[in-house]
């Protein structure tokens, strides 16, 4: 009997701290997505917004948020914002615009930037799949996609942000010049996509299996790396890269 109060003892001091954590998460959590708000450099639509009605920012981006006519790039997935910042700080002659319905994430990205008065950093809160109603065609030049959920199930190819769907909306809003960047950590999603580009008759650029092997790699491509990628290649995991255009 002793015992068993001693693990039910323990099993309920885990479940309290365990509470305890999740209540401290939900909070942060709250308090970023207040703070995001108030960030002159984020855009948060409602879903209607997009959908139902012309969204304002379509095809003005350049005019009303950015205020200038420098090209637009964006990044699909943004996560945290550290590609979106980092190629910012870069490419000071670019736009950069980073794309999640995970705002509390990209906060701290938006933070950064304005703490660093990096102007031509911004972020946008909505679904990937809702990118064409956001963005006029051709008002986009270059897209990134940085370490995307490769979706491995069959039941989930609908979701790979390199599907034929997928790369149609890209294709829809990308200048007739405008490039695509595939960097992942999935060995699967870097072939999945190889095969596809080349079967549908898209224009591979470059690519390589283990970027951080190869010495000519593109400098903002091993230049700049997110918190998870990090993660990646200390545990050895070999990062991939592709470069192409949607014809």
């Not at 959920?149 to 990308?174: C, S």
């Not at 060995?187 to 190889?194: F, R």
């Not at 491509?221 to 070999?238: D, N, R, S």
Request: proline share 4%.
């Amino acid at each position: 009997m002793i015992i068993i109060r001693h693990f039910s003892s323990q099993n309920s001091n885990i479940h309290g701290r365990n509470k305890k954590s999740e209540l401290l998460g939900s909070k942060n959590k709250l308090k970023r997505f207040r703070e995001n708000e108030t960030f002159e450099n984020v855009i948060q639509p409602k879903r209607e917004e997009l959908t139902d009605q012309e969204f304002p920012l379509k095809g003005n981006w350049n005019r009303d948020f950015f205020k200038n006519d420098k090209p637009i790039v964006l990044e699909l997935g943004c996560g945290k914002g550290e590609y979106t910042v980092g190629l910012a700080q870069r490419f000071p002659e670019k736009n950069f615009l980073g794309i999640d319905i995970k705002g509390a994430r990209f906060w701290r990205g938006a933070k950064t930037a304005l703490e660093e008065n990096i102007t031509n950093a911004g972020f946008l809160r909505t679904q990937i799949e809702l990118v064409d109603k956001a963005f006029a065609d051709n008002e986009i030049s270059e897209i990134w996609i940085t370490f995307p959920d490769p979706q491995i199930k069959y039941k989930r190819t609908k979701h790979r942000m390199t599907n034929p769907e997928f790369l149609a909306r890209y294709k829809a809003i990308l200048k007739p010049d405008g490039l695509m960047h595939l960097k992942t950590d999935s060995e699967y999603m870097h072939g999945y996509t190889l095969g596809l580009l080349e079967g549908l008759g898209h224009e591979i650029l470059y690519a390589h299996h283990n970027i951080y092997i190869n010495h000519e790699a593109p400098k903002e491509v091993v230049g700049i790396q997110t918190f998870y990628e990090k993660q990646y290649l200390e545990k050895g995991k070999p990062i991939t890269y592709i470069k192409f255009k949607i014809n």
